[in-house]
């Protein structure tokens, strides 16, 4: 394993979860620090390329004021595009209202709504990474009814979040996102629901308007090849999305799929609409702390680092594509009406290792290949693609 994974245990003190700065009866904050360490091998027909990197050194401060008012701020010191992540304040009314105000994840996505600390593998899903919209500046309320068998999330975004093509980030003329998600666990938190108190259902949906440009969804594989070519598209963006999940003690069992369609108004020579964007996906994915421990958000290992600390072992497939809903010929023209389909599939196993609660090291291989392609001058892309991880969070 790189010497720069190895060394990330020097980075904060044993023990450490997240340094206080204030705690008293009306006002609490914390220090918090995210840092990752990556090996990369991506072996394609023309080679092989190798390296190390440092993806992700975040600082965050968040706390809670007066009982009712939560607030967080995160700057990531390696991105470019957005490195300020989460700066909201949110003010619990009660438990079925909430309101939250600032830059946060749009509630739309369930693993994009898992923070990255957490996650079983090292990569997003491709659904997740580019079908999801990620953090945005908005408004949203959300609170839990029925004895926390229903969550639910409502709010309006500035534009379409941060997984959209750069040149729409930028330009944020697209007006604002509406988002609303619904979570329902059938059985709660109730002592007779056994084992099924950690299954739940989730159904989200998105709706905006699209400026006209080259602005359909972007794609790549999980290791880094361009996937989707830059369409023009023009009129609204429309995402609808359900996942449903399963913990049972050390066993996870969870499954998502999306679906997103953008119009293509006024953009055939006619002047006339063009048949919509179809771009979908879908992942499942399961994981097993083989070492015991109860399989949630964190990780916190039973065992000493003498004994091996916690370890977990996961498993996932899925799959990412985009099309046009239409029946003619397809070409290869932002302007055809009916665009060459493309798409991959991907599967990877991994193993996370957890010495102790704020260090995590994770090691995935990935196979992915592409669809076969409807034309003599592409081929079909395979690709084995190991990677590793070292993880510091606290």
């Known amino acids: 394993m790189p010497y720069a994974i190895a060394l990330l245990p020097a980075m904060t003190p ?11 009866a009306l006002l609490h904050a914390a220090l918090h620090v995210v840092a990752h360490a990556e090996w990369r091998h991506i072996d394609t027909a023309g ?3 190798d390296g190390v990197d440092i993806p992700r050194a975040r600082l965050g401060l968040k706390g809670d004021a007066f009982r009712y008012v939560e607030y967080e701020i995160e700057r990531d ?15 619990a009314f009660r ?18 709504l898992i923070s990255v600390t957490d ?18 500046v908005g408004v949203m309320a959300h ?3 029925s004895g926390r068998r229903i969550r639910y999330h409502a709010g309006i975004f500035r534009s379409g979040g941060d997984n959209v093509r750069d040149a729409e980030r930028r330009e944020r003329s697209g007006g604002p996102l509406l988002a609303a998600r619904v979570v329902i666990r059938p059985w709660g938190e109730s002592k007779p629901g056994g084992r099924l108190r950690g299954l739940s259902f989730g159904t989200a949906l998105t709706t905006g308007r699209v400026p006209e440009g080259l602005y359909s969804l972007r794609g790549e594989t999980l290791s880094d090849r361009v996937l989707f070519p830059a369409i023009l598209v023009s009129g609204e963006r429309r995402r609808i999305g359900g996942d449903a999940e399963w913990r049972g003690g050390p066993i996870t069992l969870y499954g998502e799929f999306i679906r997103v369609t953008d119009q293509r108004l006024a953009l055939a020579v006619d002047d006339g609409p063009l048949s919509d964007i179809d771009t979908r996906g879908w992942h499942f994915s399961a994981a097993w702390m083989i070492t015991g421990e109860d399989n949630d958000s964190r990780i916190r290992p039973d065992r000493a680092l003498s004994k091996g600390g916690a370890v977990e072992i996961a498993a996932r497939v899925e799959r990412l594509q985009m099309s046009a809903l239409a029946t003619g010929p397809p070409i290869d023209s932002p302007r055809s009406d009916a665009i060459i389909p493309r798409g991959t ?23 992915e290949w ?10 079909v892309f395979r690709t084995w693609h190991p990677v590793a991880r070292g993880q510091v969070a606290w």
Request: hydrophobic share 45%; proline share 6%.
């Open 95 to 112: 438990r079925a209202l909430e309101l939250r105000a600032g830059r946060f994840k749009v509630p739309f996505g369930a693993e994009e």
């Open 77 to 91: 010191f390696r991105s470019t595009n957005s490195p300020w992540r989460d700066a909201y304040v949110n003010v």
């Open 14 to 24: 044993a023990g450490a979860s997240a340094q206080e700065l204030a705690n008293t």
């Open 345 to 367: 599939y991907a599967a990877t196993a991994g193993v996370n290792w957890y010495p102790v609660e704020w260090l995590k090291i994770q090691a995935n291989v990935v196979r």
């Open 47 to 49: 080679g092989a390329d």
């Open 143 to 145: 609170g839990r009814a």
């Open 370 to 379: 592409t669809d076969r392609p409807p034309t003599a001058v592409e081929e």
């Open 119 to 136: 996650l079983d593998f090292i990569e997003r899903a491709l659904v997740a990474s580019y079908l999801a919209p990620a953090r945005d």
